[in-house]
T-cell receptor
Framework: AQSVTQLDSQVPVFEEAPVELRCNYS??????LFWYVQYPNQGLQLLLK??????LVKGINGFEAEFNKSQTSFHLRKPSVHISDTAEYFC???????????FGKGTKLSVIP | ETGVTQSPTHLIKTRGQQVTLRCSSQ?????VSWYQQALGQGPQFIFQ???????GRGNFPPRFSGLQFPNYSSELNVNALELNDSALYLC?????????????FGPGTRLTVL
């Protein structure tokens, strides 16, 4: 079984400042890792995913994440945030070949003008 | 725009009633998964259907059931509604069974149970 811990429930950050949203996971098998974004009253949009290979993964909207196997982490970063990045962000894990995603509880990112 | 649609967008029911939520998958996607997202929580996996058969199930009771049709549409049925069934219900479709890395989510149906 897998589990995900998102260490911050809310992250306020000023516009054009960098941001890091933290995610730790636990699993006894090889994993796939994902970050999703959810805007108010909408479904989930995939930002990026790690399946294998390079540990630095680049996604949409200028986001990137780094897979760290020794620290079981998959933190999401953006060097300069915009007002439109205000949303809730979910980290998710899946065992390789599994049919289900296990999500964290989410981090609400608020970008302050 | 993912090509995955859900209906209705909002629904209000009373405790004990039954509800059917609908999802239309992206064309060619023969796998659909359903998730429940309670307020302030991350989505939780309910079950997955592949080629009209249940392919896997999360920790949800049997009163949660599903159907998948050949035309890429599917249904989530919940019987004997309870107050804590109030949530956003998301469906996700993918072209391969078990392929969570290629699944696309719909916008969700928000169910309120009074």
């Amino acid at each position: 079984a897998q589990s995900v811990t998102q260490l911050d429930s809310q992250v306020p950050v000023f516009e054009e400042a960098p941001v890091e949203l933290r995610c730790n996971y636990s699993s006894s098998v090889s994993v796939y890792l994902f970050w999703y974004v959810q805007y108010p009253n909408q479904g989930l949009q995939l930002l990026l995913k790690y399946l294998s290979g390079s540990t630095l993964v680049k996604g949409i909207n200028g986001f990137e994440a780094e897979f760290n196997k020794s620290q079981t982490s998959f933190h999401l970063r953006k060097p300069s945030v915009h007002i439109s990045d205000t949303a809730e962000y979910f980290c998710a894990v899946s065992g390789a070949g599994s049919y289900q995603l296990t999500f964290g509880k989410g981090t609400k990112l608020s970008v302050i003008p | 725009e993912t090509g995955v649609t859900q209906s209705p967008t909002h629904l209000i029911k009373t405790r004990g009633q039954q509800v059917t939520l609908r999802c239309s998958s992206q064309s060619g996607h023969n796998t659909v998964s359903w998730y429940q997202q309670a307020l302030g929580q991350g989505p939780q996996f309910i079950f997955q259907y592949y080629r009209e058969e249940e392919n896997g199930r999360g920790n949800f009771p049997p009163r949660f059931s599903g159907l998948q049709f050949p035309n890429y549409s599917s249904e989530l049925n919940v019987n004997a509604l309870e107050l804590n069934d109030s949530a956003l219900y998301l469906c996700a479709s993918s072209p391969l069974a078990g392929a969570v890395d290629t699944q696309y989510f719909g916008p969700g149906t928000r169910l309120t149970v009074l």
